[in-house]
């Protein structure tokens, strides 16, 4: 009897103070920095030659259900405090995928583009002849926090 109420008082509190997958649920709103790779594999952050001091976003909005993630991402630019909503730099992409809980504060959400309106498309060439769009992947770690997730070194907060 001892021995299970050690068990209980040592056990017990780490059950109860763990977040349950389903404390996730929800729709985060964030900013995914928008940049290209170069050759050397360095990100090359996007410009636009009307406003060459702006920096660009894809406002992110993720939403997670159980074991499911949907994300759309439109684009947005800001300079210094005002921010632009842009009707076509950048694309409006639009993935679905998965969300897996690695431990109590990390999550792996995995997407596959489903759309995009205003994207260029990745395409393989294939044996025949052919062309075969590719659709792109994201792959976030996400970290838990009272205010919502950090992915990528950017808070999306939860609605």
Not at 16 to 23: L, N, V, W
Not at 26 to 45: D, S
Not at 100 to 126: A, P, R, Y
């Amino acid at each position: 009897m001892k021995l299970k109420s050690h068990f209980l008082m040592y056990i017990l509190p780490f059950f109860i103070g763990c977040k349950h997958p389903a404390t996730v649920n929800g729709t985060y709103i964030g900013l995914e920095e928008i940049y290209t790779t170069n050759t050397k594999g360095q990100k090359v952050p996007y410009t636009s030659p009307e406003n060459p001091e702006a920096k660009w976003f894809h406002q992110s909005t993720l939403t997670l259900k159980s074991d499911s993630a949907s994300l759309q991402q439109s684009p947005v630019s800001i300079t210094g405090k005002d921010t632009i909503f842009s009707a076509s730099d950048g694309g409006f992409y639009n993935y679905s995928g998965t969300v897996s809980t690695q431990n109590n504060q990390h999550i792996i959400i995995n997407l596959t583009e489903t759309s995009c309106d205003n994207c260029g498309e990745i395409v393989q060439k294939q044996a025949d002849g052919t062309y075969k769009k590719i659709p792109r992947k994201k792959e976030y770690e996400a970290i838990v926090t009272p205010q919502g997730l950090t992915i990528q070194g950017y808070l999306f907060k939860k609605e």
